[in-house]
């Protein structure tokens, strides 16, 4: 029962890196979101997705890529890394309808570029 | 644009007592759903309480309830006999249909939990 999986937990890299978050869940939920917490504040959507091949920018999409060709899985791409990106990442899945209304997230991911 | 608002950054109770965390939403649709999820140090999101905009009965799960004032777009969260296990941030959340179903956050609240 792994729900929302997240790797990797955590990561530093240095200004000007790439890396791919990556995010896969098991339980055929069609939505999936990227969010990213900044220390002492709420969630704010990077990009979403509303089924495989299908994906829209959220509240902070800069210096972030998307892509979703399967259910399961949804990376997160960051290119050129900076400082503003230091932050904790969650990813979460859902469905969207009565009863199922609860969004899964999982552990997150907290990165931190130098 | 909906909007999601906590105006408390930080609450404190005592062991055994009864807090109330505030949120207030803006939106223009009739139908959607509000959450407080729970967010302790290990940084896991924990749902806690839900409400469907459609039912006017407040939802309860065993300590936390609701206040849900769909006219004053109001969603506060009362829990009762506070533990020290509910020390946590807060956070209340708003969803509907539209726009991918996206999870709109409020700021968060602090809850600290004194024996």
């Known amino acids: 029962n792994a729900g929302v999986t997240q790797t990797p937990k955590f990561r530093i890299l240095k200004i000007g890196q790439s890396m791919t978050l990556q995010c896969t869940q098991d339980?055929?939920?069609?939505?999936m979101y990227w969010y990213r917490q900044d220390p002492g504040m709420g969630l704010k959507l990077i990009y979403y997705?509303?089924?495989?091949?299908?994906?829209d920018k959220g509240e902070v999409p800069n210096g972030y890529n998307v892509s979703r060709s399967t259910t399961e899985d949804f990376p997160l791409r960051l290119e050129l890394a900076a400082p503003s990106q230091t932050s904790v990442y969650f990813c979460?899945?859902?469905?969207?309808?009565?009863?199922?209304?609860?969004?899964?997230f999982g552990q997150g991911t907290r990165l931190t570029v130098v | 644009a909906q909007t999601v608002t906590q105006s408390q950054p930080e609450m404190s109770v005592q062991e055994a007592e009864t807090v109330t965390l505030s949120c207030t939403y803006d939106?223009?649709?009739?139908?959607?759903?509000l959450f407080w999820y729970k967010q302790p140090p290990s940084r896991q999101m924990i749902l806690v309480i839900r409400?469907?905009?459609?039912?006017?009965q407040n939802a309860t799960e065993n300590r936390f309830s609701v206040n849900f004032q769909k006219a004053a777009k109001s969603f506060s969260l009362k829990i009762s006999d506070s533990q020290l296990g509910d020390a946590a941030m807060y956070f209340c959340a708003y969803r509907n249909y539209n726009q991918g179903g996206k999870l709109i956050f409020g700021q968060g609240t602090e809850l600290s939990v004194k024996p």
């Open positions: 939106t223009s649709e009739s139908d959607y759903y």
């Open positions: 979460a899945s859902s469905y969207l309808g009565p009863p199922d209304t609860e969004a899964f």
């Open positions: 409400q469907e905009a459609y039912k006017q």
């Open positions: 997705s509303v089924g495989a091949g299908i994906t």
């Open positions: 339980m055929n939920h069609n939505y």
